[in-house]
């Protein structure tokens, strides 16, 4: 469309597309008072409004194009809001696609005495709409994606609680599945916690983890050494038989690594390397006595 | 020219790294401690990376060397204070340095060194008499 | 993919080096990476600047920054005009070396970051490009 008249025609009228507009969002139940402040919609639609006419003044109506790279902005920064007020994704999309009705009628309005040109000019207008609300649903996609992610990551850090069991000794009870993603948190989170708590002993408790592939095995194995770097020894326990079995046929190499089958047996080595013992109270006493 | 101090502390010498080091530095640093080690006879290397964003291979193998020089000049290297995310990273680097003792922080180094040198001889007394001096 | 920022930056001397790592932390707190992230990619750059230099016999880089909708990312592409690598593959892999490193430059530094891609035509120069997104 390259002599479009619709630019054109926004600038004239820009006002009062935009009082039609809003007609149009409260007819569509897309403005949601409860959410956003009516004020705040009309500079959304005012701001909207006049980066597309610009656009379209500038070039052409490509909306991936260089032209419409404030248009774009506008509408990702829009449908993340949205996305995070709570907004339907009807809604948002309603947004955009309000602007056809005001559209239409100032089309036909002014083309009236021309139905071949208003047929064509109502064609472009509505594929340009289509595709502006298209691109809105997109980020407004892709802001709930990242709503999603993030929490995920939130569960993440919130399923793998590290633990102090005496001064100078951690332990990181894990369960459930290992993944890429949670062992690199988990490494992450108990790394950090080993310089601020100056550990010297590490206990990774793998129990309650189901399976170990070579992945996880891998993944372990870093984890020792990335601890090994920062100066604290790291014990692996809790390793069942089928376990012991599958690192051996998997053919990952431990050997570097303390390995004992309880927690309680990692604990004690632990202590020991902290130079501290358990003793039964009376043996204690004995002790003392002599 | 530029230069990383090294402080010398009884039988034991210490450097801290607190810059971003260029390969000439870094290589200088390493001819620098070797020098200092047989000049002052000194039994231990205490090495303080706590400040460093980054170890690259280029690093990495510097430590490496400067520990493993170290010991055929009878003295013990020990590494200390690498952050989280550069021990994360060297070792998705492939880098582990197997050669080369680590510990939290200078404390606990110190500690490392001296428990070393104890091991070897029994005279305890010999070390931190010394206040720290420039090198 | 919309480029937001594009920085050249020369590899001529060892300090150079310093400056790109510098200049690609800065870039990755701004796209919000987080500080392991950060330092994996710059440590990459680390590996990939000496390689130009010293193998390449200098060269540039071209750091850029990336804002796509939600998703942002900083991307460097490293060229030189030097001798260029005959085996890409052998010189990928760990322990191969033709300097003084220890071999781990080009694999160690693939294995840091999401995307690494590698062209190398044997007297035209060498161009490697990594990326990360956020």
Redesign the interface.
């Known amino acids: 469309m390259p002599d479009s008249r619709l630019p054109d025609l926004i600038a004239r009228h820009e006002a009062d597309l935009l009082a039609q507009w809003a007609k149009a969002l409260s007819a569509a139940g897309a403005t949601r008072e409860d959410l956003m402040k009516p004020e705040e919609l009309r500079a959304q639609c005012a701001d909207l409004l006049g980066s597309v006419r610009q656009a379209l003044q500038r070039g052409g109506n490509d909306i991936t194009g260089q032209g419409w790279e404030k248009v774009r902005e506008l509408l990702t920064e829009i449908s993340r809001t949205r996305a995070q007020q709570g907004f339907t994704p009807t809604a948002t999309a309603s947004f955009v696609f309000s602007l056809k009705e005001p559209l239409f009628q100032r089309l036909r309005s002014e083309h009236a005495a021309n139905p071949a040109l208003l047929v064509e000019e109502t064609w472009s207008t509505t594929t340009l709409v289509d595709k502006l609300g298209l691109f809105t649903i997109e980020s407004y996609i892709k802001a709930r994606e990242d709503i999603i992610r993030r929490q995920q990551e939130a569960m993440l850090e919130l399923s793998t609680p590290v633990v102090k069991l005496w001064d100078g000794i951690l332990a990181l009870p894990l369960i459930g599945t290992l993944d890429s993603a949670r062992t690199q948190i988990v490494m992450e989170s108990l790394l950090q916690r080993v310089v601020t708590e100056s550990t010297d002993v590490v206990i990774l408790d793998i129990t309650g983890v189901p399976t170990v592939d070579t992945l996880v095995a891998q993944h372990l194995l870093k984890t020792v050494t990335a601890a090994r770097l920062m100066g604290t020894d790291c014990i692996i326990s809790g390793i069942r038989p089928q376990i012991a079995q599958t690192i051996v046929h998997l053919g990952v190499d431990l050997t570097s690594v303390i390995t004992k089958s309880s927690l309680a047996d990692a604990f004690k080595v632990a202590l020991s390397r902290r130079d501290l013992m358990v003793v039964k109270r009376k043996a204690a006493a004995a002790g003392a006595q002599a | 020219m530029e230069r990383i101090p090294i402080l010398q502390m009884g039988q034991f010498l210490i450097v801290t790294i607190q810059v971003d080091m260029h390969d000439r530095l870094a290589l200088t640093l390493q001819d620098d401690l070797t020098s200092r080690i047989s000049a002052t006879n000194a039994k231990g290397v205490l090495i303080d990376i706590s400040a460093l964003e980054i170890v690259d291979s280029f690093i990495g193998r510097m430590l490496a060397n400067i520990s493993g020089m170290a010991r055929i000049l009878d003295a013990q290297t020990v590494v200390t204070g690498m952050q989280p995310a550069v021990a994360i990273t060297l070792v998705e680097l492939g880098l582990s340095l197997p050669g080369i003792k680590t510990a939290l922080n200078v404390e606990r180094g110190m500690q490392l060194l001296r428990a070393a040198l104890g091991d070897r001889q029994a005279d305890p007394e010999q070390d931190d008499v010394d206040a720290p001096v420039e090198a | 993919m919309?480029l937001s920022k594009r920085d050249l930056l020369p590899i001529r001397a060892?300090?150079d080096?310093?400056m790109v790592?510098?200049a690609v932390?800065k870039a990755c707190i701004e796209q919000g990476f987080?500080?392991?992230e950060?330092?994996?990619f710059?440590?990459a750059a680390?590996?990939i600047a000496?390689n130009t230099l010293e193998y390449g016999g200098g060269g540039e880089a071209a750091l850029e920054t990336h804002i796509e909708?939600?998703?942002k990312g900083v991307r460097i592409v490293f060229t030189d005009q030097g001798p260029g690598i005959a085996d890409l593959e052998q010189a990928m892999r760990?322990g191969f070396t033709t300097g003084g490193?220890?071999g781990?430059?080009l694999?160690?530094?693939k294995?840091?970051v999401e995307h690494f891609e590698i062209t190398s035509t044997p007297g035209v120069g060498t161009t490697v490009a990594i990326a990360r997104w956020k």
């Open positions: 919309p060892e300090t080096i310093v790592r510098q932390r987080s500080l392991v950060q330092t994996k710059v440590t680390s590996e000496r909708g939600v998703r760990d490193g220890m781990h430059g694999g160690g530094a294995r840091l």
